[in-house]
């Protein structure tokens, strides 16, 4: 394991410091300080020295556009050999830029796993932490977001959604108190499958929520035709489950090379080629891709510096690439 940072560095000061970026094959052509927006789209994209990051239309509170989700891969207990390669992850993804985080009490011991990592590391508060709630009845709501809190070791969380819509309206009740009395910052509900789209859609009508979560990636683009238009139009925030397809993507280009012309969107592998697609489409607010080995995220986070594939002909070229 790498002992070129101490683990307690913060966020601000390893990027202050380009630690880490050129070792992952960001490539800044203008120099790692000379700042630059390419964004075709302005307000909501930022590319430069920093990770490109987004607006929650909600509050307009900006969070880097890459996340990170712990399902299964950070569900390893009280694994101290299982823990080693999470705790890079973990250090990895705040070196290079990366806050928010995922978690859910459906993930088995990843939210303990969570809270421990990022204490040990002194990162807690260099974090944007979202979890979920995932049962039935107030009082039971209640109790298991108290616990996840008490898991994750935090007295607050950013943003706590519904997890796949169960029992949604008991619990919108409670999270819109939570945020009046400051306990969350933003509500959500999650799903993902795409059949399960048009009661997502239903929900998105209602006022209290500031963010969906829901799939989308290459191999799931389902969500483009009605999701992210009517999130946009709505404004609400979008996170992306399953952006690399739950890592079916990469079976579906085994042996392939990568176009040479991914490189005119500053992208060097498979994994920027599909976390950069999601990304390109402006809806989007932040993707969480999950990953146990702390090669895939510096090569994952990558994918958030640099030009996106935004114009549509470019887009289409990709989808047509990976189909043929
Ligand atoms: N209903 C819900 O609320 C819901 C449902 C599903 C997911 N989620 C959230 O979304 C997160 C992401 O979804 P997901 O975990 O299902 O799928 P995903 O992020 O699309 O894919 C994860 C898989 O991709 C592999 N991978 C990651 N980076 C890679 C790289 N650079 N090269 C090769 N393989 C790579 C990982 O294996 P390695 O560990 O070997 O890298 C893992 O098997 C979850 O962790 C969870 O937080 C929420």
Not at 44 to 50: C, K, N
Not at 116 to 141: C, F, M, R, S, Y
Not at 148 to 158: A, D, Q, T, V
Not at 226 to 249: D, Q, T
Request: aromatic share 8%; net charge negative; proline share 6%.
């Amino acid at each position: 394991m790498s002992q070129d940072i101490s683990p307690s560095i913060t966020r601000r000061e390893a990027l202050a410091r380009g630690v880490g970026l050129l070792a992952a094959g960001v490539f800044f052509p203008h120099g790692v300080f000379g700042p630059r927006v390419l964004s075709a789209s302005g307000g909501p994209g930022i590319v430069g020295p920093e990770i490109l990051t987004r607006a929650i239309p909600s509050s307009g509170e900006r969070i880097p556009a890459l996340g990170m989700g712990t399902w299964q891969t950070f569900d390893v207990g009280e694994d101290t050999s299982a823990r080693e390669p999470l705790r890079e992850v973990l250090r990895i993804f705040v070196e290079m830029g990366g806050s928010a985080v995922d978690a859910s009490p459906m993930y088995g011991t990843s939210e303990e796993v969570l809270g421990d990592l990022a204490a040990e590391l002194g990162i807690q508060d260099d974090l944007w932490w979202a979890t979920k709630v995932w049962t039935e009845g107030a009082p039971e709501g209640v109790a298991q977001m108290e616990e996840s809190m008490g898991l994750l070791r935090r007295p607050r969380i950013e943003l706590m959604q519904v997890h796949n819509l169960v029992d949604t309206e008991t619990h919108l009740a409670t999270l819109e108190a939570w945020k009046e009395e400051g306990r969350i910052d933003y509500i959500g509900i999650t799903r993902s499958q795409s059949r399960a789209f048009p009661e997502v859609e239903r929900w998105m009508d209602d006022e209290r929520l500031d963010f969906i979560q829901i799939n989308y990636s290459m191999a799931e683009r389902e969500a483009e035709d009605r999701i992210l238009p009517k999130a946009a139009e709505r404004g609400l925030a979008v996170m992306l489950n399953r952006p690399l397809g739950g890592g079916a993507l990469f079976g579906a280009v085994e042996g392939r090379e990568l176009p040479d012309w991914a490189a005119e969107f500053d992208c060097h592998s498979w994994s920027q080629f599909f976390l950069k697609y999601v990304l390109g489409h402006p809806a989007v607010t932040c993707a969480i891709p999950a990953t146990s080995n702390p090669v895939h995220m510096r090569d994952n986070m990558a994918a958030g510096y640099g030009r996106l594939p935004e114009d549509p002909a470019i887009r289409r070229r990709m989808v047509e690439y990976l189909e043929g």
